[in-house]
């Protein structure tokens, strides 16, 4: 369930949505909730520093990221270049920020990134680029240079959270002012490349715990009214609208549809309240709205969205779909360089 409701009208059309809404979503038209329901904070108002700190100190460790992603990390120093780009500190420990990269990089070719982990909560995003890199990358092996970031946001690996530590979502952060050090390291990172990577595909999730914790979250943290909407059962994907490659999504879609079934439009023909422009494709403008996935100005970049709350598909199904955009997207985009 959502939110406490004010009202059996209310509580109905909750109910009627209970599977239904997040995300990566930031816009939603929906009926409005009349109370913040959420338990830190004055609905209204948005969150100062004591709000901060108290919602931080409901954080605690769920599952490690050494355990789960560096030592996945360290077991493939054989077939990549491991570098550490940089380096978190934070009360609950430091977290090192690792990037595997080609071995045979080569200036001639083109260049292509993928990142999971982003929302350290979304585990298919990180556990799917990993497995990418251990099974899969060796067959692009001479035809592009990857570089893959398969956990961009590692203590919210570990809370289980879309968010750091700072209350700040690093998937809106990927812009000039650099709120989050997340997403400042791997902007870093990309920099130098900038101009040759010819794709980037950025992993996510978008899960039950969208709509019952991180939409009423980031309500309260911004003193807005929740609105409830739909969390869609299926996965699809976030095209960019400055920069839309409808075919490029389309073959990922194809290719993810043998692996795990895309999410239906709703009533209004939309997912999480955009427009499906094609089966299973939603446009977000990526620079404007600070998104990972307009980090390296590629021509094609998408968000892939795998929803693990289902109850059509298991984990490693969840990962087998990520695993299948990358392929299929990098397949596209290197048969259509230009
Ligand atoms: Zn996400």
Known sequence: MAANCVNNEEVA?????????????????????TKNAYPIGTPGTAWGESERVQWLATQKPQR?????????????????????????DYAAGGYRLYALKSQDWNDDLPC???????????TSGVHGALLFAAEHAQAFAGR???????????WAYEMIH??????????RSFRPERPAPESAALMDLVAPLKGRF????????????????????????DGKPFEPGEI?????????TDNP?????????????????????????????????????????????????????ARYTSTTEVYPDSPNATPAQCNDAQVAAVCAGLEYALAHPA
């Not at 059309?13 to 009926?31: K, V």
């Open 112 to 122: 292509a990134l993928v990142t999971g982990g982003v929302h350290g909560y979304e």
């Open 245 to 297: 490659q409808p075919a490029f999504q389309q073959a990922m879609i194809e290719a993810v549809t043998k692996v795990t079934h895309i999410a239906p439009a709703d009533e209004h023909n939309q997912i999480i309240g955009s427009p499906v422009v094609s089966t299973g494709v939603i446009r977000y403008p990526f620079t404007a709205l600070g998104l990972c996935a307009s980090v390296t100005g």
């Open 144 to 154: 592009v240079n990857l570089l893959i970031a398969p956990c961009v946001s590692p």
């Open 13 to 33: 059309a909750t109910i009627a949505t209970e599977r239904g809404a997040t995300l990566c979503a930031p816009t939603r038209q929906r009926r409005t909730m």
């Open 232 to 240: 869609p059962d299926g996965f699809y994907l976030v095209d960019d």
């Open 64 to 88: 490690s990221y050494v355990e789960d992603v560096v030592k996945q990390i360290d077991a493939l120093r054989q077939r990549f270049e491991v570098i550490e780009y940089g380096h978190l």
């Open 162 to 171: 879309r968010w750091n530590p700072g209350a700040v979502d690093p998937n």
């Open 198 to 221: 010819l794709l980037h595909i950025d992993l996510h999730e978008t899960t039950d715990t969208d709509e019952s914790e991180f939409r009423p979250a980031l309500a309260a943290r």
